[in-house]
């Protein structure tokens, strides 16, 4: 019987790109078909608990803080699905031999990156949407949807996406979930995503400054809240940081064992 990669192999479309584009699509749909419901289901949940959880540990909410929450509720939820669950799984495929696989396809290394990033771009929308609606619910605060707004979203996916996917495709298999969840925590409890970075010592404000997950979280904040204005500083490390972790990722796709 023949398995699932070999019918893959040879249904595969030698010269059209576009077939060949669309073909990774369903492959890495097929591939993850039961874990993409799963990851609606915790990203909704992280939401939820981000912006009622953590409203609970506020005495008193002003609009700065609810804002700040419902931001950082999109903004961790973007960092969970592109840091943490797509390096993971990724490194769970070079464990399994599909990334080695992936390496001798006649495609595009880039149409390879490209149609996983939109496979988790799509996985991370139901924590958005979420995020959106708790907050409008819990804080009876408008969501400005605008093009700058929906771009910077889309930014942010590829930043993260393309940060877990370096992760997963340059450290050893057994530094990719402690790498990942040293993210998590220190995006979930230490990063001034949903509080105020002035709370912090200068010196750490500029580390987390340099980190491209304060930033994204300043354009979010920016974009689809209002509070505050877009920063090009932001925007630089954000789109340096997606184009050299991006790069990362082609070259490991590339190079040759």
Same mark, same amino acid.
């Given at each position: ?7 893959? #192999?040879?249904? $595969? ?21 039961? !874990? ?24 008193? /909410?002003?609009?700065?803080?609810? !804002?700040?929450? %419902? #931001?950082?509720?999109?903004?961790? &939820?973007?960092?969970? *699905? ?6 993971? @799984? ?7 031999? @599909? ?11 880039? #149409? ?6 939109? /496979?988790?771009? /799509? ?9 959106c609606f708790a907050a409008m619910?819990?804080?009876?605060? %408008? ?7 929906i771009l910077i979203i889309l ?5 993260? /996406? %393309? ?12 530094? *990719?979930? !402690?790498?990942?969840?040293?993210? $998590? ?15 912090l010592p200068d010196w750490m ?8 997950? *304060? ?8 974009? !689809?809240?209002?509070? &505050?204005?877009? %920063?090009? *500083? ?24």
């Open positions: 019987m023949k398995s699932k990669l070999e019918i893959y #192999s040879e249904a $595969m479309p030698k010269n059209d790109s576009l077939l060949q584009f669309w073909g990774l699509m369903r492959w890495s749909l097929i591939r993850h078909k039961y !874990l993409l419901p799963t990851f609606s289901i915790a990203q909704a949940v992280l939401a939820l608990a981000i912006v009622y959880g953590l409203a609970l540990l506020i005495p008193e /909410i002003d609009e700065e803080t609810s !804002l700040y929450l %419902s #931001s950082g509720a999109i903004t961790l &939820g973007i960092i969970a *699905v592109g840091c943490v669950l797509a390096a993971q @799984i990724v490194n769970t495929a070079k464990q399994d031999g @599909i990334v080695k696989y992936q390496k001798t396809l006649p495609v595009n290394r880039m #149409s390879i990156l490209f149609a996983d990033i939109i /496979i988790w771009g /799509i996985a991370s929308l139901p924590g958005i949407f979420m995020s619910i819990r804080f009876n605060i %408008s969501i400005n949807v605008s093009l700058t707004s930014l942010a996916q590829v930043a993260m /996406i %393309s940060i877990g996917f370096a992760i997963a495709y340059w450290l050893p298999s057994n530094l *990719v979930a !402690l790498v990942t969840q040293i993210i $998590m925590i220190g995006g979930l409890l230490f990063s001034p995503i949903t509080y105020p970075a002035d709370r404000s500029v580390i987390y400054n340099v980190l491209p997950f *304060v930033p994204t979280s300043n354009l979010i904040r920016a974009t !689809l809240f209002g509070l &505050g204005s877009i %920063s090009f *500083v932001n925007l630089f490390v954000v789109i340096i940081w997606a184009l050299f972790t991006f790069g990362l990722s082609l070259f490991a796709l590339s190079r040759k064992e």
